[in-house]
């Protein structure tokens, strides 16, 4: 059982390494990203990629729409900190920083829907649940060690 195990496993692992030398790597338009990147988000649309700030007014979040960059109204000029991490929360591109703000794009505007005590370093989201993990004891004035929840209205401790 063991070693029909490790040559499925093998086999797998073969598969897998023949497909990614398949792949061809292009280039994203001209000028790339002026700073380093941070984070990265990718829709069946867009790529997101936030980046290492640039100065008070710089845009550290850009989007890619297939034929060139672009950028949002800067979250971090706003409230602070680095684009840690970007993801998509119910159809809303949701982004947060090394400060500990969580924020939502509006289409226009960035919303803060929650300020950790400290930075976030991870978000996903998983059905209508939103979560946040990070170095933080709290997140949108609720007491939670690490690792949070928010259901689109309120956050809870996990």
Known sequence: MIKRSVKILSGLLLLCISNSRAQNWTATGNIGLPRPLLSMYADSNYLYAGMQSGGSNSNNIRVWNGSQWDTLLN???ILGGRPTCITKYQNSIVASTDCGTVLEWTGSN??????????????????????????FDTIGGVAASRVAKW????WSAI
Do not use: K, Q, R
Request: aromatic fraction near 12%.
């Open 75 to 77: 979250p971090c000029s």
């Open 110 to 135: 960035w919303s803060a829907i929650g300020l950790a005590n400290n930075g976030i370093s991870w978000l996903w989201a998983e059905a209508n649940d939103l979560y946040a993990v990070g170095g």
């Open 151 to 154: 259901n689109g209205t309120i």
